[in-house]
């Protein structure tokens, strides 16, 4: 048994979530522009076995490479830190928003921006309003 | 009674409802134990818990790399059966209609594979015909047991 908060606060919990993260970015502008993992290597200067790291989720990358990366995607990485207690408050009332349980103005109430609302997962998106910041989010 | 009973995975649930369970035959869960033995052992509780991390994913419905998760339907079946594995560990589950994703079997031992699927697939194919035209709501514990 391991409870959500528990799961929240372990740090493999977000590695692998920033991993995840990595491999949205890369897979989908791979799938955007119909490449081959060998095409997508080219393109970017990097080698095969660099991108394949990256798409088998498997690279535990330096923030210097990470942020080469994403910008070479025409990204920009943004790292935000929250409290994990914020953190739930805020999955939380997401989902109220997303079963139409409370209302877009009390969504505004608690800081959270309108395209903020529309996202399916609040840990990768960078315009949630707060003052901590701590997450990670490739941003286009 | 079914022996069968589903039993909600609250640590990757966001949302109102769960979409991922792990089964429960005759007031045991195999998927459970194995979770708590799993994060009791140092040298595999990152690796349990990287996995819950993939879980949620599906969970949402986001894309997740072919080394973390694949599709290992036979050929012919309609009823989808997935594996999720980090390193040694490995999650089978089956798609429920209606439900969700079923987590019938975990493992962490390598040399085990084929016979683990066949388990998995022989179990799956028993909880198929026990739930039949039954709404699989029916199965979910109504206790408060909770992974």
Known sequence: MITREQLLREPAYWTEDLKLSLFEMLETYRQQNQLSRKELADKLGYSKGYISQ??????????????????????????????????????????????????????????????????SNPVYHSSMESDNVRYLRIAA | MSKFAFIPLESTRIGS????????????????D??????????????????????????NMKMIPKTRFRD???????????????????IYAAKISNLGALIIFASSDKDSQARDIKNFQ????????????????TFITNTNIKI
């Open chain 2, 72 to 90: 290992i339907t036979p050929k012919g079946n309609s009823i989808k059966e997935y594996e999720f594995k980090k390193q040694a560990i490995r």
């Open chain 2, 17 to 32: 409802r769960p979409s991922v369970y792990a089964l429960e035959i005759g007031g045991t869960c195999q998927f459970a």
């Open chain 1, 54 to 119: 990256i798409l088998n989720g498997n690279f535990d990358h330096r923030l210097s490479k990470l942020v080469e990366l994403a910008t070479k995607l025409g990204m920009v990485p943004v790292l935000k830190f929250e409290t994990v207690e914020r953190y739930m408050e805020i999955e939380q009332t997401q989902v109220l928003q997303r079963t139409n349980v409370i209302s877009t103005s009390t969504m505004l109430n608690v800081n959270l921006v309108k395209d903020y609302q529309v996202q």
């Open chain 2, 34 to 59: 194995f979770l708590g033995i799993k994060l009791s052992e140092p040298q595999y509780r990152d690796e349990m818990i990287s996995i819950l991390r993939v879980i949620e994913q599906f969970s």
């Open chain 2, 122 to 137: 022989r179990t799956k194919s028993q909880l198929i015909a026990e739930i039949g035209n039954k709404n699989p709501h």
